[in-house]
């Protein structure tokens, strides 16, 4: 049997400025060990940055250093450099503008021929990439930030060097969604690439919306990241890579993907959470279905939002429409999620009750008890694991049993 690697990448600071990005690697059978850490931290099974902006910064610190001890996983910290930004804005800033001339070079013949509609169209379309400015090129500077890590998985991924000797497979995981991977089928069907143990059958490359809250090994990059660029003490020089530049070839092959995909974002299958549902619970379930199903299937999450009659109507046109929806409902008892409902079910879409997922909710908690006892972790660390698990359990069937008499 082979072996399985899960890879989860994060970024954290502002363009401009230095830009960090971690890659978190573990074994797939330790999948569960960043739940143990978030409980012996944070006391939360999931956390998020909120959370984390409300936890003492001694606390943080301890979480990054006991993460980067753990000889079962792999940390890799890369800085993209101001300089090394600029570089890629510049070449980003020329390519732009070519495209934007050839576009008026069509504009002006079709003064000629007086057929406008068809260029203006085109205009019009390339240009709403820019309805939030900023987006549009920074997604462009993330995007090669994260081509240009995962790339290095080669020198730092410990299962994808030993490829040539065995079966093994890597599941790779970027935050933030397709806008930051639209390359990862030109990369894996790469020749170069493929030399180096990189292929579709072999890497698997995902980007999931909000993974740095409800993925484990995206989670812990995310927390890493995010706690080395806020809390002082945390850079370690030694452990932290630059990181790497694309030729100017890759850089003009890049580019053009870029320009005709990242503007049309694919989606993984979607969950919809509406009504009140318990934070660990809401924030368990897209991983819980996704490690019950060998990882091979990526739920992105979402939240619904209250607008008066069309709540359904604006998430699906910011969105758009999705044929593997899920969409799961906790308790109901206010007019605005009772709308919602009654909404999305106009539409023709079921409303799963979140009860559906109690079988699989207590056995995920009772495989993160077992890995809290399989690891080096002391008595004491594991009865709190322990004692997390049955409060956790316990807020679980108190709600169920709120829900079912709702």
């Not at 240009?127 to 900023?134: A, T, V």
């Not at 390359?183 to 490359?205: A, P, Q, V, Y």
């Not at 100017?248 to 979607?270: G, H, L, S």
Request: charged share 30%; net charge neutral.
């Amino acid at each position: 049997m082979g072996r399985s690697e899960i890879n989860g990448f994060d970024e954290t600071g502002t363009i401009g400025n230095n830009l960090k990005f971690v890659r978190v690697g573990m074994d797939e059978s330790l999948l569960l060990r960043p739940f143990v850490y978030n409980i012996l931290h944070f006391g939360s099974i999931t956390v998020t940055k909120t959370m984390l902006r409300g936890v003492s910064d001694d606390v943080k610190r301890d979480y990054v250093r006991k993460a980067m001890a753990d000889q079962s996983i792999d940390i890799a910290q890369y800085l993209f450099t101001p300089d090394h930004q600029l570089d890629v804005l510049r070449k980003f800033t020329m390519l732009e503008g070519k495209s934007l001339f050839s576009l008026r070079a069509e504009l002006i013949g079709s003064f000629e021929s007086k057929d406008f509609e068809q260029p203006m169209s085109k205009i019009s379309n390339y240009l709403k990439r820019y309805e939030k400015s900023p987006f549009w090129m920074e997604s462009y500077v993330k995007a090669y930030g994260f081509r240009m890590i995962v790339a290095d998985l080669c020198k730092t991924s410990r299962v994808l060097k030993a490829f040539k000797r065995e079966d093994v497979k890597i599941f790779t995981q970027v935050d933030g969604g397709f806008p930051f991977v639209f390359w990862k089928h030109s990369f894996l069907d790469n020749e170069s690439n493929n030399n180096i143990g990189f292929c579709t059958e072999r890497t698997k490359i995902c980007g999931i919306t909000k993974g740095d809250e409800y993925y484990p090994a995206v989670s812990m990059a995310g927390n890493i990241a995010y706690i080395s660029n806020n809390v002082n003490g945390m850079t370690y020089p030694h452990s932290i890579r630059d990181v790497p530049k694309m030729d100017d070839d890759e850089v003009n092959i890049f580019y053009e993907e870029f320009q005709k995909k990242a503007c049309k974002p694919v989606y993984n299958n979607r969950i919809l959470f509406i009504g009140k549902i318990p934070t660990d619970i809401q924030y368990s379930i897209p991983f819980i279905l996704h490690h019950y199903n060998s990882y091979k299937t990526v739920y992105e999450p979402y939240r619904l939002e209250y607008h008066p009659g069309r709540s359904y109507k604006s998430f699906i046109s910011s969105f758009g429409r999705h044929p593997r929806e899920t969409i799961i409902s906790g308790i109901i008892d206010n007019d605005q999620d009772r709308e919602i409902v009654e909404e999305i079910e106009s539409y023709g879409k079921l409303v799963k009750p979140i009860t559906e997922y109690v079988d699989n909710y207590e056995k995920f908690q009772d495989e993160i008890i077992l890995e809290a006892e399989s690891s080096n972790l002391r008595t004491d660390q594991i009865s709190k694991v322990k004692k997390k698990i049955e409060r956790s359990k316990k807020e679980f069937n108190n709600f169920n049993e709120r829900f079912v008499s709702q």
